[in-house]
């Protein structure tokens, strides 16, 4: 195989079994605090959230360290030292007496993270420029398919071997994954070069990399893209009970809807990467953001539950094609040298949205109710693409006017 294909099927396994890892807890979370003996059912809601939450706070907060100890030292190094961590992290879950013990573990887990952007970071460095979409949607594809069967692992495993296990299991397949990234992955890293670039901090990073007006726009997609799909997600239930009604199967039918979008978006990451190579990622991310912005409006109008399914799977096409083409394009723009803080930043802007999204979709939901909050994604979208349109479009036409004049 190529080496960057080798690169690609190992990062996304790693992907893979990272995303599964952190969402598997998510089914049995409240029982898992149950069973160390919290019982008020208040007193096990918050430490659920607080749990939830405290790896996507210091993910935020961290991984623009990361992402510049990365530029300097290897992309390597830094997914060798996530996957590692993670592993004897999540292993160390298992054997958590109380929840302060789990919180502590997710917010140690989230100042280790940084598996994603220094894999997106490694793989555009060392995949051929004609193919990065198709690399960056294959590899999204991974994290998506991890995050989607995660919680259905998580569940399974929980009724067959019981809580504590999983995580013994999770952190073993995590350190097999760093430990054939650690022997087959390679990248094309000079220490020497790196070395002699000029040591800034994480504020001077980002005012060099907002010289480029066309990465805030994109960081804001990735933070518009997680925002829209957590502000609702956590109302999916009710709502689905609404349009259902009482009766049988309403988990279930909950469970499909908030599936769905992950399983088209898993489908269509790799078909829309591979077409962003040969038309170009401003367009596929052009048409994505429309689309999707579009997707949420007849969300707000559906009167049963297959509408809703259906409008949900649509969604989750055109969410596909926009990390890709996001990442894709994250890379045409940033200097050499600090393409790992670029996407570390891209990655805390996600980690932001994961925050944001559910808080604020929380507190609006009383006044604008769920079908509210999909017309509010939907004009945020459009108003992003607008923004996309203006900074990557407009910049492209003025290149192309200074080169002729």
């Known amino acids: 195989m190529v080496r960057w294909r080798i690169n690609l099927t190992v990062l996304w396994i790693g992907q893979f079994l990272v995303m599964s890892g952190m969402t598997m807890i998510t089914p049995f979370l409240p029982l898992y605090i149950q069973d160390m003996g919290v019982t008020d059912p208040h007193e096990v809601a918050v430490?659920?959230?607080?749990?939830?939450?405290?790896?996507?706070?210091?993910?935020?907060?961290?991984?623009?360290?990361?992402?510049?100890l990365a530029d300097r030292y290897g992309r390597?190094?830094?997914?060798?030292?996530?996957?590692?961590?993670?592993?004897?992290?999540?292993?160390?879950?298992?054997?958590?007496?109380?929840?302060?013990?789990?919180?502590?573990?997710?917010?140690?887990?989230?100042?280790?993270?940084?598996?994603?952007?220094?894999a997106v970071a490694l793989l555009s460095t060392t995949t051929p420029r004609d193919k990065i979409g198709f690399a960056m949607g294959t590899l999204q594809s991974g994290g998506v398919a991890g995050s989607i069967l995660g919680p259905f692992i998580g569940g399974l495993l929980a009724e067959w071997i019981g809580f504590r296990p999983i995580f013994y299991i999770t952190g073993g397949l995590l350190f097999c994954a760093s430990l054939v990234a650690l022997f087959l992955v390679k990248e094309n890293f000079d220490p020497a070069m790196a070395?002699?670039?000029?040591?800034?901090?994480?504020?001077?990073?980002?005012?060099?990399?907002?010289q480029a007006k066309e990465l805030p726009s994109l960081y804001a997609v990735t933070f518009i893209i997680q925002f829209s799909m957590?502000?609702?997600?956590?109302?999916?239930?009710?709502?689905?009970?609404?349009?259902?009604?009482?009766?049988?199967?309403?988990?279930?039918?909950?469970?499909?809807?908030?599936?769905?979008?992950?399983?088209?978006?898993?489908?269509?990451?790799?078909?829309?990467?591979?077409?962003?190579?040969?038309?170009?990622?401003?367009?596929?991310?052009?048409?994505?953001?429309?689309?999707?912005?579009?997707?949420?409006?007849?969300?707000?109008?559906?009167?049963?539950?297959?509408?809703?399914?259906?409008?949900?799977?649509?969604?989750?096409v055109f969410m596909g094609g926009m990390l890709p083409c996001v990442q894709t394009l994250i890379r045409r723009y940033t200097p050499n040298g600090m393409e790992s803080r670029a996407y570390?930043?891209?990655?805390?802007?996600?980690s932001l949205g994961n925050m944001m999204g559910p808080i604020i979709g929380g507190a609006v939901s009383g006044w604008l109710s769920i079908r509210g909050l999909f017309i509010m994604s939907t004009v945020m979208?459009?108003?992003?693409?607008l923004w996309v349109r203006q900074t990557l479009f407009h910049g492209r036409a003025s290149d192309?006017?200074?080169?002729?004049?």
């Open 47 to 68: 430490w659920a959230g607080l749990i939830f939450a405290g790896n996507f706070v210091t993910s935020f907060i961290f991984q623009p360290i990361w992402g510049g």
């Open 76 to 118: 390597k190094v830094m997914l060798l030292r996530s996957g590692f961590g993670m592993a004897v992290v999540m292993t160390l879950m298992g054997f958590a007496a109380s929840p302060s013990h789990l919180l502590m573990l997710r917010v140690l887990n989230g100042v280790i993270s940084g598996f994603m952007p220094a």
């Open 195 to 210: 070395k002699k670039q000029p040591k800034i901090s994480i504020l001077e990073s980002f005012n060099v990399l907002k």
């Open 230 to 316: 957590l502000s609702s997600m956590p109302l999916i239930p009710l709502f689905v009970q609404e349009l259902h009604g009482p009766g049988n199967m309403l988990a279930f039918y909950a469970g499909l809807v908030g599936s769905v979008t992950g399983f088209s978006n898993m489908l269509a990451s790799p078909l829309l990467g591979r077409w962003s190579d040969r038309i170009g990622p401003e367009k596929i991310l052009a048409v994505c953001l429309i689309g999707a912005a579009l997707s949420f409006i007849p969300q707000a109008l559906v009167t049963n539950i297959w509408q809703l399914f259906a409008s949900r799977f649509m969604l989750g």
């Open 344 to 350: 570390s930043f891209n990655a805390s802007a996600l």
């Open 381 to 385: 979208m459009l108003a992003n693409a």
């Open 400 to 405: 192309k006017t200074e080169i002729q004049s």
